[in-house]
T-cell receptor, first 115, second 118 residues
Framework: GENVEQHPSTLSVQEGDSAVIKCTYS??????FPWYKQELGKGPQLIID?????GEKKDQRIAVTLNKTAKHFSLHITETQPEDSAVYFC??????????????FGQGTTLQVKP | GAVVSQHPSWVICKSGTSVKIECRSL??????MFWYRQFPKQSLMLMAT?????????EQGVEKDKFLINHASLTLSTLTVTSAHPEDSSFYIC??????????????FGQGTRLTVV
């Protein structure tokens, strides 16, 4: 089955700096890669996702890149703000007819943005 | 975005009792719902996939007789933790996808339920 590895486990940056979180996946058939932000005591919230037919996607300060050949994808947050502090999870999924679309999560990255 | 609501947000129960957690999609029909558990400072571990009107598919190592899942309608799935023990204390989270099975739809998560078994 699918296995997702996420690094680093913790990341501390200064406000205004960029943060990068990387994930690798094992199943080359996976075709959907979302990123979630989870605040303490709450459920995960989708912040950005990318499908296997594109290599990069950007939404304001957040961007995600995907390298299908190497089977890795990354989250980039620019101009970080203290409110970006949270735990971030990457995930991989196989979407399409006949598949459940279940998400397999990485281990999570605790991001701390220091003011 | 679509809203998924879990109830209760937290529950404390005595060892040996059963606890039911509800997961509702409030403004869309969820053909598929997923149940996860999350221990402190750890990732979300998929427990089971629930399809409306059929039996849930459990992940390896998850006891189906202990974690009963019912998905009786397109907007409601329930997880019942039977004969709960302290080691079942965890954060349980559901998610739902809208549209047909396995289609390219994002998953919407509930706010989670903190279960504490004493």
């Amino acid at each position: 089955g699918e296995n997702v590895e996420q690094h680093p486990s913790t990341l501390s940056v200064q406000e205004g700096d960029s943060a990068v979180i990387k994930c690798t996946y094992s199943d080359s058939a996976s075709n959907y890669f979302p990123w979630y932000k989870q605040e303490l005591g709450k459920g995960p919230q989708l912040i950005i996702d990318i499908r296997s037919n594109v290599g990069e996607k950007k939404d304001q300060r957040i961007a995600v890149t995907l390298n299908k050949t190497a089977k890795h994808f990354s989250l980039h947050i620019t101009e970080t703000q203290p409110e970006d502090s949270a735990v971030y999870f990457c995930a991989a999924s196989l979407r399409g007819s006949g598949n459940t679309g279940k998400l397999i999560f990485g281990q999570g990255t605790t991001l701390q943005v220091k003011p | 975005g679509a809203v998924v609501s879990q109830h209760p947000s937290w529950v404390i129960c005595k060892s040996g009792t059963s606890v039911k957690i509800e997961c509702r999609s409030l403004d869309f029909q969820a053909t598929t719902m997923f149940w996860y558990r999350q221990f402190p400072k750890q990732s979300l571990m998929l427990m089971a996939t629930s399809n409306e009107g059929s039996k849930a598919t459990y992940e390896q190592g998850v006891e189906k007789d202990k974690f009963l899942i019912n998905h009786a309608s397109l907007t409601l799935s329930t997880l019942t933790v039977t004969s709960a023990h302290p080691e079942d204390s965890s954060f349980y989270i559901c998610s739902a996808t809208r549209g047909g099975r396995g289609r390219n739809t994002e998953a919407f998560f509930g706010q989670g339920t903190r279960l504490t078994v004493v």
